[in-house]
């Protein structure tokens, strides 16, 4: 069976090299309303999204990521225009998960657009450090929100590898 959702599913890949050229603003609203309609544990929408265009903001947040990694050198953000910022309220039990498919959510919708995406970990330390939680609290994010991940948002400046081979043994059926 064939469809466009589906074959979005099987094209998308991650994406570690970003031109400069800015994401449209229509394009960047509708993939971040994808996000918004991703599944949550009870239909609570404990996910927080906040979208980062300005590269100051996106540089002091990409020094936090690399200073986690080990790496203060790094660039863990590929050059990447657009950076959302996944956090999620703790005290919902279903919070990490409902984060992931806001994630999952943002990088199929930002495909089927022809912009590229990558999820960037290492979220959770930077808003468990003081400078994280002074983060939060500048964009009006109560500070015992964590961090699930980034989705870094863009158009890619090579072409996308090959999927690898699916594993035989990743479905069981009974």
Known sequence: MNNEVLQNIRTRRSCRAYTAQPVEPEKLKAIVEAGTWAASGMGRQAPKIVVLTDPAEIAELERMN????GNPAAHPFYGAPVVCVVLTD?????CVEDGSLV???LMLAAHS???????IHRARQEFDSPEGKALLKKWGVDERYIGVGHCILGYAASEAPAPKPRKKDYVINR
């Open 113 to 119: 657009l022809g912009v590229a995406s990558c999820w």
């Open 103 to 105: 994630i999952g959510n």
């Open 66 to 69: 690399a200073a986690v990694l």
């Open 90 to 94: 703790p005290e919902r039990d279903t």
